[in-house]
């Protein structure tokens, strides 16, 4: 009996210790773990920062804001797609840097941007130099590119070919390049900047909703469940939602010249009524 109960006074002091192992083990690992784990500062900065890469397609363009400039690195023969939102009343602007890599090139190349609509309808240029051609020398470093749209219409006729609110696509490629030069490396910035034109460009109509394609879902503010998610026709709007042209400066002016108009009735009537006193008949015979 005397040498079970030693037996088991060491048995349990071995699980004793053992125990005691796990624990401190367990505490000095605690923090390793910690701070292996990603922090969210660094995520919600990169949210912010503007884009790196290009798309390759319309599907997988890259979203950018207004007032952004991206960049991307590609090479001489590839598609390079971005995307950006634009309003009703608004008459955007696209400027597009290509940085050719030094050196002499075999031939020169010509380099162009083209917009398209929702509806991936090319849209033709007010203005700028849509197309340009790089020199074969080395000293052409860059090839600056610019396209400014018409006004966007918040509303038109199903047989015209106006830009409507909604996601518009850039496209950057060369047109025209000698096949020893294909492929080689090359750098893109791309910006999007847009004038307000007010109520001279306002129209009577709007679209129900903006030319937006594809699908995403976005879950409701009040209920974080993913059975109340609701659908939106995309990540990317406007800083202040889509207007659709219902709100311009021609309601400003018009009330404007409706005051006007009132003040000016006033006036004419107060110049034009007289004296109001009959006038004076001579009597007979003078």
Known sequence: MRMTDVLRRTR??????????????????????????????????EDGAAPTLAGTS??????????????????????????????????????ATVKLPEGARSASSTWQIDVYDGLRRRQAC??????????????TASVELSCTLRTVRAWSEPWANDPLPGTYYIRLTVTDVATADLGMPVGAEVR??????????????????PLVPGIAAQADEDEESEDTATAVLSSIEPEDGWSSGWWSDRWVWTAVGGVLAALAGVGGYALTRGSGRPSRVPPPGA
């Not at 634009?86 to 400027?95: I, K, L, N, S």
């Not at 999007?192 to 909703?209: C, I, P, Q, R």
Request: net charge negative.
């Open 192 to 209: 999007v900047d847009s004038k307000d034109m007010g109520g001279a460009a306002a129209v009577d109509g709007s679209l129900a909703e």
């Open 58 to 95: 319309f599907r997988t363009a890259t979203e950018i804001e207004q007032g952004q400039e991206a960049t991307a690195n590609g090479s001489a023969g590839d598609y390079m797609y971005w995307s950006f939102p634009a309003d009703a009343e608004q008459r955007p602007t696209v400027e």
């Open 126 to 139: 007010q203005y700028g130099a849509q197309t340009r051609t790089a020199g074969q020398s080395a000293d």
């Open 12 to 45: 349990a002091a071995a699980l004793g210790a053992m125990t005691a192992g796990f624990v401190l083990l367990g505490g000095a690992a605690s923090p390793a773990v910690a701070d292996s784990s990603p922090s969210a500062g660094p995520t919600d900065a």
